[in-house]
């Protein structure tokens, strides 16, 4: 792949740089925005993926989490791609928050016209690495994401164990083939054969034999208002159990589903991912 | 004043609670919003004004600048108003961003129309002050902004020296009626008698013998992109100079006028609050 890496803006930041970036992406076929924070550039070692949920662009995570401060002193970049391609008009992908632009799922579509764009999978675990490797030098990285970024996070953490340090979450779909707005893009995206689905799904993924040798961090807040219909955390902490995956799933009492809550324990998902990436 | 407060969302945030507020305004005639930052409810005893600049809402500083951190130990809230009023549809309100709506330049307009509406310093002065006193049982206030909202934090401070304990400033508008694009709104606004807007100009306000016995601390990007056309920092620091106002006046090398300015610089500004406030 041929890096057609532009800056788009740039923004000294806690002693780093936090950038916008552009690039013509091979997997999806147009244009992809990701931004990131680079403590002090030349030195860097390693990357953070930080996947972002529905709706969300490269913007929300890296103007709202305040990471910055916590990687400032470090050698891990932090890198938030956009959630979906943009720019196409395909039928049906502005109609809905959760499904098509801002809802990629992170998964490799195989319907018709979503096929040629919607490869987000691919696009973050082979373009972006590869990115980050040949541009800014990244050696090891982590993940994490938030809502659907954490679903992301997690199928990506255990079914690429080896590229992946660690993996952590914040509120993620972690069980979306039984989440009714999940089911609706998964069957958009993927046909209506379900056995084709599981790929994409955490607690699948761990009942079927996936494993990571480290321990899983999952944050939740308790006031969550998609706790019971969308995250279902219950689910894949019985599959972690009865699969002796070993999973930290953190209550935070009185926490909702915004970015108030991601900037409030944002810092402990970040000492987290920097212990593995050592 | 009646209060006709009302919570339109509340968020937990480092163990208090993020929230935003809306009211019928006596001095906008509008209804008005602010947000806030509560670090454990009916502990707090004294506020921090935060002025926002152009185009901003209630928003944006409650959302980029992790402030609530710095406060989430501490008995100090933090009010941030939106920048006007909103919901009247005035000759040219909404034509430029530098005017009317999102461009309040925390003065009371005394030109038809907006005479009515555009009274942001009675409203930020008076107003949002009693409600904190009332509401949240505020005995003390320190106050600050960015860019036009560190010209509102800078001219409040100086005319209202006994109301706020302490001020600072990010990248403020310090020598409005010297900036062209300050000036058509000074011009809209008051009118063209250039003698009537030096009291809501900081350094008039310090020519002309306003000062505070404490420091006034500013904080300014060496790359910010308004810096010589619109901030004009020298100015005010010449004023303070001549008239031996203390002014800590902080050149933060390579930052920009952006929030990721302000998130770098907004602990130091909160310490700076917080002893003063003690």
Known sequence: MPSSLKLIKKHKNFGGYTCYYQHDSFFTNTKMNFSCFIPEEGK????????????????????????????????????????????????????????????????????????????????????????????????????????????????????????????????PISNPTQSASAQKAFSSYLGNDRGSWKIYDATELLLAGYQRDDTILISQGTEDEFLEKSLMPNNIENAAKKMKQQLELQYCKGYDHSYFFVSTFIKEHVLFHLKALV
């Open 44 to 171: 860097v070692e390693s990357c953070l993926l930080y996947l972002s949920g529905l709706t969300c662009t490269e913007e929300n995570f890296i103007t709202k989490a305040g990471v910055q401060q916590h990687l400032a002193k470090s050698k891990t970049m932090v890198i938030a791609p956009d959630t979906s391609p943009r720019g196409t008009n395909l039928p049906g992908e502005h109609d809905s928050y959760d499904f098509g632009s801002g809802a990629g799922f992170y998964l490799n579509a195989t319907t018709p016209g979503y096929k040629d764009h919607y490869q987000m999978y691919d696009y973050v675990t082979k373009e972006i690495i590869e990115i980050a490797q040949k541009e800014f030098h990244i050696k090891k990285f982590s993940i994490m994401g938030h809502s659907m970024g954490g679903h992301g996070a997690l199928i990506m953490g255990l079914r690429e164990k080896n590229l992946f340090k660690s993996v952590s979450a914040f509120a």
